[in-house]
């Protein structure tokens, strides 16, 4: 039975949700609200005046061949980000779910990059694959590859959803980890008995058990992949070579911050805004109906 | 078709023994109960037959040959959980064809034997069903059905009737009791239910620390039970277990005297079934009468002896003499005492 509390009068509840009610319109309704404002106008070069415009910021963006091509960067590496986070964290779970002895340490051991920042990841993979310093990059070398992903656009690619999903892994790893924990033992037993081996009963019981935590998992990755990675960029490859790693958050920095074009940069975070949740309403639409069974 | 031997099957979780040595021939089409309360590791035997737990030492034979190493796959085997495992994402009819899926059979055919099984447990109706969709009892038939639809040499029950209400218990005991017999599938069946054990086993195991206190039919183990546990914990109610002591002229119970149909000396345990005592004016046995239960069919006496111990007799029909603080004078057939060892609770003679 669900339990409803009903509040008598109107002002403690108020009270309650004050605090969550000021947060949201401070961080987020207001800017929200400026950036739309924002992205009416053009500012001169200078920053000292802007000119009304209206939807112009918006219509030469969607004809910027540029911006169309972050459109297609972004939806390569938001879904590489999220496949190098999610199945590599899995495969990690199912494992120390098999662990009997010890598998609290390997679990502590395996929460540990969730704790690095996301910048601080970004420069420690920066330095292993360093053209000229890095260890790996060296050891690549010596096996006749040429690392190079300050030229290369597939290499800079590589390496930053590399260091975007490595510490996303630990995360993903918690979530599967206690679902798996979650499915009854006997259900495991009984298609065992019912002659599914080890990978078989993983994909026909336990991977459809998973789906709901599966789900979330996506959701929540496909949005740290569009927002969160900045500082993973920024420091590895500050969106090049040539655009080749510049998602639209990135764009969305390098426009307002670096070009000063502080218009068309607002629009494009409107244009965000309205992408990621159009994408969280069609996931949870879609996708929602087959995962509960 | 299949005969299952335990031979002194023993279980160790690192220094504790919890199996102790069971060894059993289960002849084929025979069906064994295996009962005892709980922590007596009657689920830990059954689960080393389905090849769930290692085996830590004897030996598992089905059909004649080795089982110990073999997967649960390998065992030919089929389980009824007690909270009936079923796939939660799959449909009955998925549910009940999943091995066969597995085993690659054709679609055509898994139809086909789910739909067999599915007449046979009336759950044609509910093949498009999800679990969730179910009743308690119809989970079970459909986790009876997964059991059957493969056609296994043996099947194993692990309390499969516990998670469901008095009423359906008793009906779906007669169910799996026809189904068994008609499919002739030797089975192992675990219980804490002695009610469960008599009505269905061909022969039970009483379980009790590990060890297989009994291993006989129902009436066997009811009529002649070889230890004090297995005396007490067949039959309802339990059998009055009371000190005595052997002389030449019979058993003394402080003042009383009864027969002493083992000639027995020295101190031993008494048991009697409060079923098997009836009122007799010249009887042996005193007892102060404290309170009656009357059942309808039948009237429990709780009292207690001259001595003190607490004693308990089952009349039939209604008895109307029970209330109160009363003395009633009671004597039992010399053939229907049993008498146990003090130390080692054997039944002696």
């Not at chain 1, 910027?64 to 590599?88: G, N």
């Not at chain 1, 002659?195 to 740290?224: D, E, K, Q």
């Not at chain 2, 005991?173 to 499919?183: F, G, H, P, S, V």
Request: net charge neutral; glycine share 8%.
């Amino acid at each position: 039975m669900e339990k409803r509390v009903t509040f008598k009068g109107w002002l403690l509840p108020l009270c309650l949700i004050a605090p969550q009610v000021f947060i949201s319109a401070v961080f987020f309704f207001y800017p929200a609200g400026q950036a739309v404002w924002q992205s009416l106008f053009i500012p001169d070069p200078f920053g000292l005046s802007s000119q009304f415009v209206g939807l112009e910021n918006f219509e030469y963006l969607l004809g910027d061949p540029y911006y169309r091509a972050s459109f297609v960067t972004t939806a390569i590496f938001s879904t590489l980000v999220t496949l190098a986070a999610m199945i590599p964290a899995l495969f990690l779970a199912v494992m120390a779910d098999r662990l009997v002895k010890s598998a609290g340490v390997y679990r502590t051991l395996l929460i540990w990059p969730y704790a690095v920042a996301p910048a601080v990841a970004g420069v420690l993979w920066l330095f292993m694959f360093n053209t000229r310093v890095g260890v790996i990059a060296w050891y690549l070398g010596q096996l006749g590859y040429d690392w190079n992903h300050v030229l290369n656009e597939g290499e800079a690619m590589g390496l930053v959803v590399v260091a975007s999903a490595w510490g996303r892994i630990s995360y993903n790893f918690l979530f599967f980890f206690a679902a798996l924990q979650a499915v009854p033992r006997s259900i495991i037993e009984a298609a065992a008995i019912d002659g599914a081996r080890f990978w078989r009963r993983f994909f026909t019981i336990v991977l459809p058990l998973l789906s709901p935590t599966t789900f979330f998992l996506l959701v929540v990755n496909i949005v740290y992949a569009f927002f969160e990675t900045f500082g993973v960029i920024h420091t590895i490859t500050s969106g090049g070579p040539q655009q080749a790693t510049t998602i639209l958050v990135y764009k969305v920095f390098s426009d307002g911050f670096v070009g000063q074009d502080l218009g068309s940069s607002a629009a494009q975070s409107v244009i965000l805004l309205i992408v990621v949740g159009l994408l969280t309403v069609l996931q949870f639409k879609y996708i929602e109906k087959r995962v509960h069974y | 078709m299949a005969t299952v031997e335990l031979d002194d099957i023993k279980k160790r979780f690192g220094a504790t023994e919890v199996i102790k040595g069971v060894s059993v021939d289960v002849a084929d089409g025979e069906f064994i109960v295996i009962v005892g309360p709980s922590g007596c590791g009657k689920s830990t035997l059954l689960r080393m037959v389905a090849g769930l737990e290692t085996i830590s030492d004897g030996e598992l034979r089905i059909n004649g040959t080795r089982a110990n190493e073999r997967e649960p796959m390998d065992r030919d085997i089929a389980m009824v959980f007690q909270n009936y495992a079923l796939y939660p994402h799959m449909s009955v009819a998925q549910n009940m064809g999943y091995g066969l899926r597995i085993k690659g059979l054709p679609k055509a055919e898994i139809a086909a034997k789910v739909r067999d099984a599915a007449e046979l447990l009336q759950l044609t109706e509910l093949l498009d069903r999800k679990p969730r969709q179910l009743s308690g009892g119809q989970r079970q038939r459909v986790a009876m059905g997964r059991a059957i639809v493969r056609e296994p040499s043996v099947f194993l029950f692990d309390e499969p009737l516990s998670n469901l209400d008095a009423k359906l218990r008793v009906q779906m005991r007669l169910e799996i009791r026809e189904l068994q017999a008609k499919l002739g599938i030797t089975s192992l069946y675990v219980t804490h239910d002695q009610v469960e054990a008599m009505t269905m086993a061909d022969r039970m195991i009483v379980m009790n620390e590990g060890r297989a206190e009994q291993i006989g039919t129902p009436l066997d183990v009811y009529e002649r039970p070889e230890s004090l546990f297995a005396a007490q914990f067949i039959g309802s109610p339990s059998m009055n277990v009371v000190a005595a002591e052997g002389r030449e002229d019979g058993l003394h119970l402080g003042d009383m005297v009864l027969p002493n149909p083992t000639g027995a000396h020295g101190t031993v345990m008494l048991g009697l079934r409060p079923e098997h005592l009836s009122p007799d004016p010249g009887g042996p046995i005193t007892m102060e009468v404290l309170l009656a239960e009357p059942l309808g069919a039948n009237t429990l006496l709780h009292g207690r002896l001259a001595n003190g111990q607490s004693f308990t007799v089952s009349l039939p029909g209604v008895h109307r003499a029970g209330h109160g603080s009363q003395t009633l004078r009671l004597s039992i057939p010399p053939d229907k005492m049993h008498v146990f060892d003090k130390k080692s609770g054997r039944r002696l003679g």
